[in-house]
């Protein structure tokens, strides 16, 4: 069934929830918000193409799920609470099934951070998906990326390449974006593709420990040069450190899985540094959230990322 732009927009509204500190949602000519006091408003956007951020076979509701995830993950890089945000589509047609689909997994995880949609903008035009977030902070406390202290410890959430793993398969053929897998360690390894968690609750939990903080989107070492270069220090890693999954490890290699990790995307963990005063917190906060962090290494002097054990094999020296 084909919709008309007023009904597919209807059929999105329905969808979306309420909130106290929304004065007015979805259907005016801009949407009407009480932020809270004492907080700032932390804003970011992403945007996902089909056949360039995700293979064009995805399904829609995977689709949906990744849209928001990729955002959330930034605002949690920011220490931020998810709040509101909106959502720019561009379709090429409008078909009801679809929608419907994109809004089952889109609302999953909108609702499980208790992010509103209040509003948002429908066009016809190749795929593409669009959305900005808006987060609160407690002034002072958002987690940026300058502020990496020498001496600090670098950290990372989960495991990282499992995403990149999942991409090398379905490039080789091995892995269907639209089937389950099989295999469960390659299962796993797609649902990371897929639908990405971020590490929202961490992000908050962070506030007060970490001195800076960023999501793995591009990679770690590409992201932690955003830390390095913005901080003005050094970023030194010790690659046999980095976390891999035994499933990563399984499917591709230990080495390919050590690459993936070090340089794949789409991880949407989240890497931060902080004092080793505080290792003894962060051991307690990853308990509450059963989630691992891992110290992968540590803030010196000068410029760039460093990391001598992945010279040695696959050449780099120098990640700035
Ligand atoms: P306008 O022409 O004034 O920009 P629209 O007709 O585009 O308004 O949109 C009507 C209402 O529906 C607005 O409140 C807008 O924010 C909302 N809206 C449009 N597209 C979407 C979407 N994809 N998701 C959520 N809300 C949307
Ligand atoms: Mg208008």
């Known amino acids: 069934m084909s919709l008309a732009e007023f009904a597919l927009i209807e059929r999105i509204r329905a969808r979306s929830k309420g909130r106290d500190d929304i004065v007015l949602g979805i259907g005016d000519d801009a949407a009407l918000l009480q932020p809270l006091a004492g907080h700032w408003l932390a804003v970011t956007a992403d945007t996902l193409n089909s056949g360039v951020h995700f293979p064009p076979e995805t399904q829609p509701a ?5 849209t928001l995830a990729v955002n959330l993950s930034d605002l949690a890089a920011m220490g931020a609470t998810p709040a509101w945000g909106t959502l720019a589509l561009s379709l090429p047609s409008a078909e009801a099934e679809w929608i419907d689909a994109f809004a089952d997994g889109f609302f999953a995880l909108a609702d499980a951070h208790d992010w509103r949609l209040i509003g948002g903008d429908t066009t016809r035009g190749p795929l593409s998906l669009s959305v900005t977030a808006f987060g609160q902070v407690p002034q002072g406390q958002a987690l940026r990326r300058d502020g ?24 080789g053929g ?6 389950p897998a099989a295999d469960a360690d390659d299962e796993l390894l797609r649902q990371r593709l897929l639908r990405p968690t971020p590490r929202v609750r961490l992000g908050i939990a962070l506030r007060g420990i970490a001195t800076a903080a960023v999501d793995v989107s591009d990679g770690l070492l590409a992201d932690l040069g955003h830390i390095a270069a913005r901080s003005g220090v050094a970023a030194h890693v010790d690659a046999a450190l980095v976390p891999c999954s035994t499933s990563a490890e399984r499917v591709i290699g230990r080495e390919a899985a050590r690459q993936c990790a070090l340089s794949g995307g789409d991880d949407y963990e989240l890497c931060f540094t902080a004092p080793p005063a505080c290792r003894e917190a962060l051991a307690e906060i990853a308990a509450r959230l059963s989630l691992t962090v891992t110290c992968i290494g540590r803030v010196v002097h000068g410029t760039g990322v460093h990391c001598p054990s992945a010279l040695a094999r696959q050449g780099y020296a120098h990640f700035s």
């Open 148 to 171: 990496a202290q020498v001496g600090d410890d670098i950290w990372v959430s989960g495991t990282l390449g499992d995403a990149a793993a999942a991409l090398q398969r379905w490039q």
């Open 62 to 66: 995977d689709i949906g799920w990744k």
């Open 174 to 179: 091995a892995l269907s974006v639209t089937d």
